[in-house]
């Protein structure tokens, strides 16, 4: 079945840090590729897109390319700033199945 | 921007009692889910529902789970008895018609507690 596998967190870096979180994906069929964002005391949504083999994504100075060789969709930022502080989750959706999340990524920034 | 209204954002009940989680969409929207979330664990998807019925629903969805749309706004989760493994968040979303890849809008969630 489809599945996303994203790295652990908490992760936290002062600002103007580099970001990477990992985003690895099982899925039958061509995927299209997510990351939703939800910052304190709101609903997800949605920061970023792929829907084919070497897209990128980008939104608010985030990126994520969709590696098939790889099954990666792994979000960056070159400058993340306090403002970034929130939840990140990798998600997929294949054909008319419901879209499968991974476990989240809690992100914060400091001064 | 429209939103998806989840209500209350948090509950707390006794185990075994019944629960009734509540959503009201964005109005022209066609497509309607809940997922779930176990602190730690991944997001989960319960159900859809579209045309008034469940077009999907996941294992987790048994006979305690039941959804709802009782007068054309709400969108309603219900748990009969519920289990203290049913803590969790419990997100509502909902999709326009026609809409694009990834075209859901999630609401900020309701956190349920079973004691």
């Known amino acids: 079945g489809n599945s996303v596998t994203q790295m652990e967190g908490p992760v936290t870096l002062s600002e103007e840090a580099f970001l990477t979180i990992n985003c690895t994906y099982t899925?039958?069929?061509?995927?299209?590729l997510f990351w939703y964002v939800q910052y304190p005391g709101e609903g997800l949504q949605l920061l970023l897109k792929?829907?084919?083999?070497?897209d990128k994504g980008s939104n608010k100075g985030f990126e994520a390319t969709y590696r098939k060789e790889t099954t990666s969709f792994h979000l960056e930022k070159g400058s993340v700033q306090v403002s970034d502080s929130a939840v990140y989750f990798c998600?997929?959706?294949?054909?008319?199945?419901?879209?499968?999340f991974g476990k989240g990524t809690r992100l914060s920034v400091i001064a | 921007e429209p939103e998806v209204t989840q209500t209350p954002s948090h509950q707390v009940t006794q185990m075994g009692q019944e629960v009734i989680l509540r959503c009201v969409p964005i109005?022209?929207?066609?497509?309607f889910y809940w997922y779930r979330q176990i602190l730690g664990q991944k997001v989960e998807f319960l159900v859809s529902?579209?045309?008034?019925?469940?077009?999907?629903k996941s294992e987790i969805f048994d006979d305690q789970f039941s959804v709802e749309r009782p007068d054309g706004s709400n969108f309603t989760l219900k748990i009969r008895s519920t289990k203290l493994e049913d803590s969790a968040m419990y997100f509502c979303?909902?999709?326009?018609?026609?809409?694009?890849?990834?075209?859901?809008?999630f609401g900020s969630g309701t956190r349920l507690t079973v004691v």
């Open positions: 998600a997929l959706e294949s054909g008319n199945t419901p879209l499968v």
């Open positions: 899925a039958t069929g061509y995927p299209s």
């Open positions: 792929a829907t084919k083999a070497d």
């Open positions: 109005s022209n929207h066609l497509y």
């Open positions: 529902f579209y045309n008034n019925e469940i077009s999907e």
């Open positions: 979303a909902s999709m326009g018609q026609g809409a694009r890849v990834g075209g859901y809008t």
